[in-house]
């Protein structure tokens, strides 16, 4: 049983949670599936469906499925993390329907998270099991210089001519799939099914819960008079959520799914009566026959219903949430109860003493989760009512995200007209998100009813309801001003709804955003001639060199078929035991005592570790600052989340239950500082502060014809990497040995961390680490200070100790991207020209210096972007506050620098009243030889070539008029189109660290094990070696493995990051495999058409050594204080976008970016790159918005409150082209580190979304600069439009009570 439920929950981590589940319906011949969330799912609900996971479909031993394989090959996976929830969501929507539509593959994957990819590739390799099929294209250049190519005259060289001959090519045109199977039940699901489970009772027994499931109405309603207080539980999603995310345990649960009563479905003449047993999916099934059967007159309802049940959740939740769950549990924010009370519905209810009809109204919603029902009763059936002539009935809602999100806002409103009049007879309205209920507008209806249906009477409305809606400063949730505005605006949408019905007219408000994500376009070059790692002299290139080619993700297959291996899918060990945290709940006070007695009397739990424990160095010092690993009683905590100590037991749920039962006395101190203000007033920094300056910016100044100052707050970001800190320690006893398995992008940094903490020599400590799922920068610091706090307790346990954070813990403790307020002072010359700027960063670095100081250094260095400024200022400071300490971050500072230098240039656009790519690119990119104001010398002429070749192909000349026409046609939706460059410096910064060694070993049969430093998370890195290995000894792909990094085996690695890890690490392998090759030359010469295989077996016969190290330094000549980057990555990005001003919701309709990367290794990794690191750009510059409390305690703890970009997001029209001829001396086979530079390229959205609030502020007289922060989520753009929406909500007094979130950075 143990094995069972370990296999159960095997997909349940976050990001590979989805599985189908499929159940037969008796009285049926079908077999429905379901896709459903493993975490949410419950155990003993499954009984008597059959789950299928996604171990299940297919496999790399046997056969694989279309789904897996399809994604794999469409380079549809990175880390890999996400893929088996991808692949199980596809898989059950093909169950269902093996010819589906594009929606239909958008709505599937809806409720799929993935942080790497950008979701365009997985949409483009499940594009081809649509009927119709526009597949994504890749299309090729040959490179024009093809003087080099050796073998044109044979055969090879004519077949990979023909393979990459300039043209469109299919995405799979390089590789063939499996054709789309049959997706019929397989037997062994039909015989499990057919075993139906006993039509009796159940009842399962836990440590501290029974779970009940009745089979009978009667004894439904037995348990729930026996037992009042058990929840019913349905679909789980609510119960669930609480259980696990907020640890609400409850003795007994009720679970009916096998009472038939609450399953039925009755159409009648008067209305639809739907079991409150009904998942929201079978609820939108019915609605859609009764659309369909119905006149259009009495469907007003169920068109409504259905518009918002698209929205609700993900279709995983939609497959498995009720009605009557929706209902009863009186979610302030559900979508449903609004429109139901709206649409006259009604409940029939029932308890011992029999049933009763009660309408679902104002009546019913009485508090915070609080109905009128009864703690004995249940909701039988919804009864849904027929629209009648005259109604006109309409639900809208505002989310954070157009999917998967619950709502800001969201309504339901019905107007009843007077037979053939405009005339209100009835009028009701009602609001979910305004209150701890869902709230009837009552005053408002009243209002307006008995008034014909027009402007008077619309602004007498909007009167009323800015009175009757109200929400105070501290409202949980935030956003009052933004609500309120919402509740008025998506008033005035029904309003001009109704008006349409009345007199057929059309309105911008009306319409939806366009949704429609097409094919993906992406040009690269392929390069016939081969040229030394780094002098670019020509060799001969073999037909087989996989260099260059769109080879796909060595691991991809086993990503998408589930046999891949994260750190936590290591089988648990003997004796292993588990490892829970215990965090500050305050921002900065004292611990007087850590009572750790009731924790250890808890079950299951082994020991408790605190800072005494630990036999070594207590502090870790990452650049130079000692940071605590554990806080000990009498000293400081200085953030909440911060680690006190560690609870080890048995299992996880005891390890948790213990960590909450034990008790930390805290004495509050006074001076909290969470904002970089409040540290600017109280001096509270980390040293040194750093100026950066060239020219003579005063003396500029005053020759300056304009002088501007503006600033901008950059929020923070959450790594959101899908695979949460993971690790597993393992003592060795003997000679005081320690494995370390563990998720890190730094093994060396964890491996002398560990030794420091333990007091033990370096030499035994091993860190391993196979592959890592997702990192972007979270996997340095933090990793090593929780690898530390595992092996302290694996030390003193002398046990295994396994330390798996769960998503909440995660984001609470490890910190992410820097929060920075940038302000500017530029003066400007009539034409554009910027001659002088002087900037100040303040970063929010948090309550330990980590690599703050560093971070705050590269943003001064990066800060000119691609932008030749005269006389130019950068002066920065981190600043030392009590939030938990931010750290590296994808880009590592310079997304938040080079913002604050595109705003300032944006505002010198809108104070001119110019197109700001004029400003951008006529007066001020770097042109000829230039210096950098650290006095770099460079050649912008790639910069230059991505310019002019993206406003080519983006079309921005044709595209700037239509967007200006499309905003004078259009009064509440706004289009915007911004075109923004990046010049990015690739590498550390500091010498020492650019260095790599690897090892290679040649075994007997002539297969290649590769070791090196790097470590692979997703970007590819191990294709890219594998590719460098067969290039540089010429054998095949399939015979060379790269099995896992460890310290044991390449020592001193250096962190995969600074979009380095190709560069370093493939140098270092290309040394080892230049060795070896050079080893085997006498043999090859002995034996000129012998194999690889022969040519090993003779070497190993002459004693010749099959293995090698190799080393890579980066030229220390070439590297100087004014030349702290060896080479630049040139892009740039043109983006339009579409804006709803009524609630700020933003579709990007268009996104063309061209990449200068030199020549690429393997085009399809690298524009996965690129297209994952805009989207992450994209979500921080527009969607994802970390919330603290006034008392510094982080609100957005999970993808419920904070929202990465998901399917719904990529943009409708995406093309990326790589640009063809660029070389680069400085990096192997003459690429370029592409990792980071592009997450920059998301503010283009940003900007366009500045033009579109532009146009629409113009609209209400408003022109020149105005302040936007990013992320400039839909409350921020809403609010900057300013429509006399936003203008009718009164000003909040300030100072009466705290805002329920502050205001960062
Ligand atoms: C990720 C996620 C996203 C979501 N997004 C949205 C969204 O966008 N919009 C939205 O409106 N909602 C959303 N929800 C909420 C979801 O719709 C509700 O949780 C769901 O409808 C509740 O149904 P259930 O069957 O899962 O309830 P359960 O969790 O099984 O039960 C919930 C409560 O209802 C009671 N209950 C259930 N059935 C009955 C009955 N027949 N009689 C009496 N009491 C009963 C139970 O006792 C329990 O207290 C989301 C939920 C999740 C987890
Ligand atoms: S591939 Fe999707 S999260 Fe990494």
């Known amino acids: 049983i143990t094995r069972k439920r370990e296999e159960k929950k095997k997909p349940g981590k976050k990001g590979r949670e989805t599985c189908c589940g499929s159940e037969h319906e008796e009285r049926q011949t079908t077999t429905d599936h379901l896709s459903a969330n493993a975490c949410l799912m419950p155990i003993c609900q499954l009984h008597g469906a059959a789950v299928t996971t996604v171990e299940g479909i297919g496999n790399t031993k046997t056969r694989l499925h ?154 439904l309603v037995q348990l729930k008079t026996q037992y009042p207080q058990a929840p019913v539980v349905m679909g789980n999603t609510n119960v669930g959520e609480y259980k696990g995310f907020k640890g609400v345990l409850h003795p007994i649960i009720i679970s009916p799914t096998r009472v038939r009563e609450l399953f039925g479905v009755e159409q009648r003449p008067e209305g639809v009566c739907i079991g409150a047993g009904c998942s929201l999916s079978t609820v939108q099934s019915v609605l859609e026959r009764c659309v369909c059967s119905l006149p259009a007159e009495h469907t007003q309802t169920y068109a409504a219903l259905l518009g918002q049940l698209r929205h609700v959740g993900g279709q995983q939740i939609r497959n498995v949430a009720t ?122 209806s009243q209002q307006v009813t008995g008034r014909p249906w027009n402007e008077a009477t619309l602004n007498e409305a909007y009167r009323v309801l800015v009175d009757e809606v109200t929400l105070g400063v501290s409202a949980p949730g935030g956003q009052v001003v933004f609500r309120r505005s919402l509740t008025l605006s998506l008033f005035f949408r029904f309003y001009l709804h109704v008006l349409q019905y009345l007199k057929d007219m059309q309105n911008s408000a009306m ?28 060799q001969v290139r073999s037909a087989q060199d996989p260099v260059g080619q769109p080879v796909p ?134 040293a040194p502060q750093r100026t950066l300056q060239r020219g003579d910016i005063h003396m500029a100044f005053q020759e300056a014809e304009h002088i501007y100052e503006g600033e901008i707050r950059v929020g923070g970001q959450e790594h959101f990497y899908m695979e949460t800190q993971s690790m597993l320690v393992i003592p060795a006893r003997e000679q005081k040995e320690v494995k370390v398995y563990l998720s890190t992008q730094h093994p060396t940094c964890a491996q002398m961390s560990v030794a420091e903490t333990l007091g033990i020599p370096a030499n035994r400590v091993s860190c391993h680490v196979k592959r890592v799922g997702g990192a972007f920068g979270g996997k340095i610091t933090k990793a090593s200070i929780l690898a530390c706090i595992t092996a302290v307790a694996a030390w003193k346990t002398e046990r295994p100790v396994r330390c ?70 950068g002066q920065s400071v ?140 997703g970007q590819g890195l191990h294709t890219k070696v594998q590719q460098v290995v067969s290039r540089e000894l010429n054998i095949p792909l399939s015979l060379i493995h790269i099995s896992e990094t460890c310290t044991s085996a390449v020592p001193n690695t250096n962190p995969t990051a600074a979009s380095f890890g190709t560069d370093a690490n493939g140098m270092a392998v290309w040394d080892a ?108 510059y527009t969607m994802e918005e970390l919330k603290f409390s006034p008392s510094g305690s982080l609100h957005t703890r999970g993808p419920g409150q904070y929202k990465i970009p998901a399917v719904c997001d990529v943009p409708l029209q995406f093309n990326v082209y790589l640009l063809p001829g660029s070389q680069n001396p400085f990096a192997i086979y003459s690429s370029k580190g592409i990792g980071e530079p592009i997450v920059f390229l998301g503010s283009s959205v940003f900007f366009a979304m500045k033009e579109a609030i532009t146009a629409a502020r113009t609209d209400v007289g408003l022109s020149g600069p105005f302040p936007l922060r990013t992320p400039a989520t839909p409350e921020h753009a809403c609010l900057a439009c300013n429509t006399h929406f936003n203008q009718m909500i009164p000003k909040m007094e300030a100072g009466t009570s705290p805002p329920w979130a502050m205001e960062l950075p």
């Open 66 to 219: 279309p789904v897996q394989e399809r994604i794999a090959k469409a380079h549809g996976s990175q880390c890999g993390f996400c893929t088996p929830g991808m692949v199980m969501s596809m898989y059950t929507l093909l169950r269902n329907k093996p010819k589906p539509s594009m929606e239909d593959i958008t709505e599937a994957l809806g409720g799929n998270l993935c942080r790497c990819t950008g979701y365009q590739e997985i949409i483009d390799g499940y594009r081809t099991f649509c009927e119709v099929c526009h597949h994504g294209t890749f299309t090729t250049r040959i490179q024009a210089d093809t003087s080099f190519l050796c073998y044109s005259k044979t055969s090879e060289a004519d077949q990979i001519l023909k393979a990459f001959s300039t043209g469109k090519k299919k995405v799979f045109m390089l590789i063939t799939v499996l054709p789309q199977s049959t997706l019929k039940c397989s037997s062994y699901l039909r015989y499990i099914m057919a075993e139906s489970p006993e039509q009796t009772t159940q009842k399962f027994h836990g440590e501290r819960m029974t779970w009940i499931s009745p089979i009978t109405l009667d004894e």
């Open 323 to 444: 009605l009557g769950g929706n209902v009863a549990s009186a979610y302030p924010n559900s979508d449903l109860n609004p429109i139901l009370a709206a649409g006259r519905c009604s409940l029939l209810l029932q308890t011992k003493e029999g049933k009763r009809r009660v309408p679902l109204d104002k009546d019913f919603f009485v508090g915070f989760r609080k109905t009128t029902l009864r703690p004995d009763e249940l909701v039988l059936s919804v009864f849904i009512p027929i629209s009648r002539k005259g109604e006109v009935v309409r639900a809208f809602r505002h989310a954070p995200r157009k999917t998967n999100a619950l709502p800001t806002v969201t309504t339901g409103m019905r107007v009843w007209f007077h037979d053939g009049s405009d005339v209100v007879r009835e009028m009701s309205v009602y609001y979910g998100g305004v209150g701890a209920c869902t709230f009837c507008a009552e005053r408002t």
């Open 511 to 538: 319409e939806p955003l366009p949704c429609v994500i097409g094919p993906g376009y992406q040009e690269f070059q392929v390069i016939l001639t081969l040229h030394h790692p780094i002098t670019l002299c020509a």
């Open 553 to 686: 993700h060595s691991s991809a297959l086993t990503h998408a078929t589930g046999e891949a291996v994260y750190c936590d899918d290591i089988p648990h060990m003997n004796r292993e035991v588990f490892l829970s945290l215990v965090t500050s709940t305050k921002a900065h006070a004292k611990i007087i005592h850590i009572d750790v007695s009731r924790a250890l009397d808890m079950p299951g739990v082994v020991d408790v570790i605190t800072a005494k424990d630990i036999p070594g160095q207590k502090f870790q010092s990452f650049t130079g600052i000692n940071e605590e690993v554990l806080v000990e009683e009498e000293v400081r905590v200085t953030c909440v989340g911060q680690i006190i100590c560690a609870v080890v037991a048995d299992t996880k749920q005891h390890g948790k239950l213990a960590a909450a039962a034990l008790k930390v006395t805290y004495e509050d101190l006074p001076d909290r500082i969470f904002t970089t203000e409040e540290a600017v007033e109280q001096c509270s920094f980390y």
């Open 804 to 873: 798996v954070l769960e998503r909440g813990e995660d984001m609470l403790i490890t910190g992410g991207r820097h929060p920075v307020l940038g302000k500017y002072k530029v003066g400007f010359m009539n034409d554009g020209k910027i001659i002088a700027a002087d900037v100040h960063y303040f970063v929010n670095a948090g309550n330990t210096p980590d690599e703050s100081v560093l971070v705050r250094r590269r943003m001064l260095v990066q800060l000119d972007n691609a932008y030749n400024i005269p006389n130019l200022r």
């Open 878 to 1017: 981190a600043c030392k506050t009590n939030l938990p300490s931010s750290t590296a971050f994808r880009g590592f500072g310079v997304p938040q620098s080079m913002v604050v230098i595109e705003n300032m240039i944006h505002d010198v656009a809108m104070t001119l009243g110019r197109p700001a790519e004029e400003v951008r690119d006529r007066m001020n990119l770097y042109k000829g030889l230039s210096r950098t104001h650290y006095k770099m010398e460079f050649d912008p002429e790639n910069l230059h070539c991505c310019w002019v070749e993206c406003k080519k192909r983006s079309e921005l000349g044709r595209r700037r008029p239509a967007v200006a026409e499309f905003n004078r046609r259009n009064r509440w939706k706004k289009r915007g189109i911004a075109m923004v460059p990046i010049k990015y410096g690739v590498g550390f910064g500091h010498s020492f660290l650019q260095q790599a060694a690897a090892l290679v070993h040649i075994y007997k049969d002539g297969s290649v094990l590769v070791s090196h430093g790097g470590i692979e998370m």
């Open 1073 to 1180: 495999c230049q060795t070896l090759y050079k080893r085997l030359e006498p043999v090859r010469k002995k034996d000129p058409s012998g194999t690889w295989k022969s040519w090993i077996a003779t070497a190993f016969q002459e004693r010749i050594s099959l293995s090698a190290t190799g080393f890579y330094r980066f030229y220390v000549e070439l590297f100087t204080l004014t030349k702290p980057y060896t080479y630049f990555t040139y892009a740039v990005c043109c983006s339009e976008v579409e804006l709803d001003c009524l609630t700020g919701e933003y579709r990007t309709v268009r996104a063309d970016i061209v990449v200068d990367i030199g020549k690429s290794i393997n085009p399809a990794i690298d524009i996965g790159q690129i297209k994952g690191a805009f989207m992450q750009g994209l979500g921080l």
